[in-house]
């Protein structure tokens, strides 16, 4: 209470900014991911390629890759973004491989014996019944994203990284219990929410 006291107005812009850069991120993920796991299902040695850099990916600490980006872009929002996007993408990627993969052959076929053609096709039938699996993915990168923003106060980034290093440094306890239970809040409130989405896609589950 003391804390939300004397520094609620610094919480705020704090929680704002875990916001703006973790929704930031988690976009360009889905967007990225969806579009390279479409793209990989159309041709075998790009899904080769594709699954094999998500895989590596995914066992690249974030943190790892930050450092790795500060030489060559510098501090702030730019170098934050592109490591966890690059943290992001996997999930996304590889959920949306599985899941256009997974569909069944005999509704393909159906479809097109009924004169689909191939964009119909996907737009209607393939992509619909790939989407529970795609969305998998999405939750997955959502809490990882969200997690792995608060490395963004490492180089000046913001958000709520800030308050969890300046109870380390400054060995203020009450700093990390709020930090770390913001956001975990914030990683509990997306997942609900994406739960509740996911509910009304199990309608396509096949």
Known sequence: MEYFTQ?????????????????????????????LGIVATRFNKTEKT????????RIIPSLAVLIFLVPYLGT?????LVALVLLGIPPVLLNTIKGINNVPEYVVEAALGMGYDKR???RKIVFPLALPVI??????TTTEVIASTTLAAYIGAGGLGELIMSGVGLMRFDYLWIGGLS????????????????????????
């Open 7 to 35: 520094y609620g107005g610094e919480y705020i812009r704090l929680v704002i900014e875990h916001l703006q850069i973790s929704l930031l991120a988690i976009i360009a993920s889905i967007i990225i991911g969806i579009v």
């Open 50 to 57: 594709l699954l094999f850099l998500a895989s590596n990916l």
């Open 76 to 80: 702030g929002l730019m170098p934050t």
């Open 120 to 122: 119909t096709l996907f």
């Open 135 to 140: 969305f998998n993915g999405i939750q997955i």
């Open 183 to 206: 956001v975990s809040a914030i990683s509990l409130m997306a997942m609900l929410m994406l739960t509740g989405i996911r509910r009304f896609l199990r309608k396509y589950e096949v």
